[in-house]
T-cell receptor, first 116, second 111 residues
Framework: GAGVSQSPSNKVTEKGKDVELRCDPI?????LYWYRQSLGQGLEFLIY????????KSGLPSDRFSAERTGGSVSTLTIQRTQQEDSAVYLC??????????????FGPGTRLTVL | DAKTTQPTSMDCAEGRAANLPCNHS???????VYWYRQIHSQGPQYIIH???NNETNEMASLIITEDRKSSTLILPHATLRDTAVYYC????????????FGGGTRVLVKP
């Protein structure tokens, strides 16, 4: 079946502009995660959605970052007033979270964001 | 989540077994060992996980020491497509747990 998809695959923007990144999780997956990977760095957790629960926003680096998940499916990560340090690959992952499963996270291909 | 320590890089000959070590000396009793890998320009991919028993699937084997303070991921017959960064992650089993990635081991499989 279809995996996690993300769009756009590449985004180049100017400093100060807002950007929106989209994630389509695997159908039926109740949990959705956003991570980012800066050049030469490891993956950094940003935010987590699970069903109708309040999202875990503990990884968001500043209030310029926000995310929403509509209808328990598609998610949008928004970065306002982008800065050059926001340049990174933004990865989305989804999982079917049940207490009896090991909650394997399936990752999308990522969106490469470049802020000029 | 417990911190993990992995070698920065290692080379492996094509067709040979690749043994990737991971230290997790502060692991708690309810934490599992997970392995993911990231091939260049792709998102991470789940490989295997385990608690205390050795595990094997179609991709790899996971050997966990009796004291659970270290583990080894084994790729039995490495191919060029196995060239990737391999991440050892320790996390609590169950819902809602984000993955905390360290630096991983950059594995280069050579012909």
């Amino acid at each position: 079946g279809a995996g996690v998809s993300q769009s756009p695959s590449n985004k180049v923007t100017e400093k100060g502009k807002d950007v929106e990144l989209r994630c389509d999780p695997i159908s039926g997956h109740t949990a959705l995660y956003w991570y980012r990977q800066s050049l030469g760095q490891g993956l950094e957790f940003l935010i987590y959605f699970q069903g109708n629960s309040a999202p875990d926003k503990s990884g968001l680096p500043s209030d310029r970052f926000s995310a929403e998940r509509t209808g328990g499916s598609v998610s949008t990560l928004t970065i306002q007033r982008t800065q050059q340090e926001d340049s990174a690959v933004y990865l989305c992952a989804s999982s079917l979270e049940e207490l009896s499963s090991y909650n394997e996270q399936f990752f999308g291909p990522g969106t490469r964001l470049t802020v000029l | 989540d417990a911190k993990t320590t992995q070698p920065t890089s290692m080379d492996c000959a094509e067709g040979r077994a690749a043994n990737l070590p991971c230290n997790h000396s502060t692991i708690s009793g309810n934490e599992y060992v997970y392995w993911y890998r990231q091939i260049h320009s792709q998102g991470p991919q789940y490989i295997i996980h385990g608690l205390k028993n050795n595990e094997t699937n179609e991709m790899a084997s996971l050997i966990i020491t009796e004291d659970r303070k270290s583990s080894t991921l084994i790729l039995p017959h490495a191919t060029l497509r196995d060239t990737a960064v391999y991440y050892c992650i320790v996390r609590v089993y169950g819902a809602g747990n984000k993955l905390t990635f360290g630096g991983g081991t950059r594995v280069l499989v050579k012909p």
